[in-house]
């Protein structure tokens, strides 16, 4: 059964710190509650389905419905690290149009940079009773950035993909962030400074690198005779997919991602191909994120990647497709170190028309939203929406 | 520019009962591969039950400690610099893994690796290669 359309967004909004020192994480997460619903037009006691995942405190749901004074229905604590919040648009969709709930609410918050977190670079144990996995990998020294690099490595033995190839993702995202006065890295960026930066995990310079930064976001997912009751630009959910990608049993293969199959389903659901899309925003934990993610979306042919994103083809107003506008992760913010929701945020903003002049698509009526959570190079969950404006 | 690997502290991997053979075998030289005997398909990490059939006929063989470097990336940004990779073992799994007593510049993908076996701090050792 396709649930094309049976769910809207209808209320947004994106924390603008950057540094929450002055904050604690439930507050956060209130605070872009309080945002995405005055967005919509709509009161807590309108929210009868929520949604979080592993950044909340506590116990998840219960923890938040409690400090927030929420009365859900329905509630969803799915976690597939920066993806969840993609899974929960989908999810909030399945409950919505299962007569579950009506208005769902979706809340991402994260004060890495406060807590002084060395994101990317030092490998983490997850604590608790250990993971299957993690005899097997963790005492090896797995970081975020050398798991990703990983990829990027056998991606460009086997499809001769370069460096400067993966550089023009940051520099179109910088050319973007330079609009975005929230955004932590403002300056434009060129080629030749990404591959200058500083080599952290061969072969990914520091500024193949996302951001590390506090902040949240949220999202409201409302039934269609809700949207209709609101004044806000409506812009339709017609299309999701997720996917768990792993190693395999050992079959290995860091050419390509959960895209694979997440996004064939959305665009299944939605009815509409790649070609159709007029902008997206892809999940950018770093470079080769947003490289093999678009190839396996079906905006590249595997392996030709690197001449779909160069010479600024992503750049809004000039390039064939343009990304992440709000300047995403790799220069405006990767709140919690997971980025899938602020995908969706720059989405209806472009849908709406509301993304900043400078960078706002033209006719911009079909979006896609698209998440990787965990690690690319290991096991990760994969989420797709497609947004329309109605 | 060289960059010589050097020698690194390296957590104790933990034993759960139902790797403890694994374990056992590293701190004698020993790379064990988990096997089906259903499905005929060797994995990794090992597990009781295949994880492409199923089945719980699975059995530990021995590897031959040969393989080849799948994939790799040198950690610049670390206390000691270290080479995280997956080699494909000739058994035919590929594992996670370090590339270890080598200059780091010199590895490329597709080279012929072979086993050598790191201590750990106060655990069973780990499995890791070297160029062959």
């Known amino acids: ?390 | 520019m060289t960059a010589q690997a050097k020698e690194r502290k390296l957590p104790a991997p933990s034993v759960s009962p139902e790797t403890k053979e694994y374990w056992d075998a590293a701190a004698q030289g020993r790379l064990l591969v988990r096997k089906c005997t259903a499905c005929g398909e060797a994995h990794h990490y090992p597990r009781t039950i295949c994880p492409f059939c199923f089945s719980d006929k699975t059995e530990w063989i021995t590897a031959s400690g040969r393989g080849t470097l799948y994939s790799y990336s040198v950690m610049r940004r670390a206390p000691v610099p270290y080479a995280m990779a997956y080699v494909t073992l000739a058994e035919g799994p590929t594992m996670m893994t370090n590339i270890v007593d080598c200059d780091f510049d010199k590895l490329r993908i597709g080279q012929d690796v072979k086993l050598v076996f790191k201590p750990t701090e106060g655990g069973p050792p780990l499995p890791m290669f070297t160029p062959a």
């Open chain 1, 1 to 390: 059964m396709s649930l094309k359309g049976k769910a809207y967004i209808a209320g947004i909004y994106e924390h603008p710190t950057r540094l929450a020192t002055d904050k604690s994480l439930a507050m956060i997460h209130a605070e872009v509650a309080k945002g995405a619903l005055e967005d919509a037009g709509l009161t807590k006691d309108d929210v009868d389905g929520y949604f979080c995942a592993g950044d909340a405190p506590g116990l998840g749901p219960m923890s938040m419905v409690e400090y927030m004074g929420l009365k859900p229905k329905h509630f969803d604590s799915t976690d597939s690290g920066g993806s969840s919040y993609i899974v929960h648009v989908g999810h909030a969709l399945e409950a919505i149009a299962a007569g579950k709930c009506k208005v769902a609410l979706i809340t991402l918050a994260g004060r890495p940079r406060a807590e002084g977190m060395a994101t990317g670079t030092v490998p983490r144990s997850r604590g608790g009773t250990p993971a299957p996995d993690e005899p097997f990998e963790f005492p090896y020294g797995p970081t975020v950035v050398n798991m990703y690099a990983m990829c990027a490595m056998r991606h460009m033995h086997q499809y001769g993909t370069t460096s400067e190839q993966l550089a023009w993702i940051k520099v179109a995202a910088s050319h973007h962030a330079q609009h975005n006065p929230h955004a932590l890295l403002r300056d434009v960026v060129t080629v030749e400074d990404v591959v200058g930066s500083p080599m952290i995990a061969d072969p990914l310079h520091r500024l193949d690198c996302c951001v590390i930064t506090d902040g949240g976001g949220a999202i409201v997912v409302v039934a269609p005779e809700v949207a209709k009751s609101l004044k806000r630009p409506k812009v339709k959910v017609i299309g999701h997919g997720e996917w768990i990608k792993t190693q395999m049993g050992g079959k290995v293969d860091l050419t390509y991602s959960g895209a694979v199959r997440s996004g064939p389903a959305a665009f299944a659901e939605a009815g509409v191909k790649p070609s159709d899309i007029k902008y997206v925003s892809i999940y950018d934990s770093f470079t080769i994120t947003v490289l093999m993610q678009l190839e396996d979306l079906g905006f590249a042919e595997k392996g030709q990647g690197g001449k779909l994103v160069a010479d600024g083809n992503l750049i809004a107003g000039t390039g064939k497709l343009p990304f992440n506008t709000d300047g995403g992760g790799l220069c405006s913010n990767h709140p919690g170190n997971r980025g899938g929701l602020t995908k969706v945020l720059e989405a209806v903003r472009q849908l709406r028309g509301e993304a900043h002049p400078k960078v706002q698509v033209k006719n911009c009526d079909l979006a896609l939203a698209h998440g990787t959570g965990g690690s690319l190079g290991s096991r990760h969950g994969s989420s797709t929406v497609i947004l329309e404006r109605e």
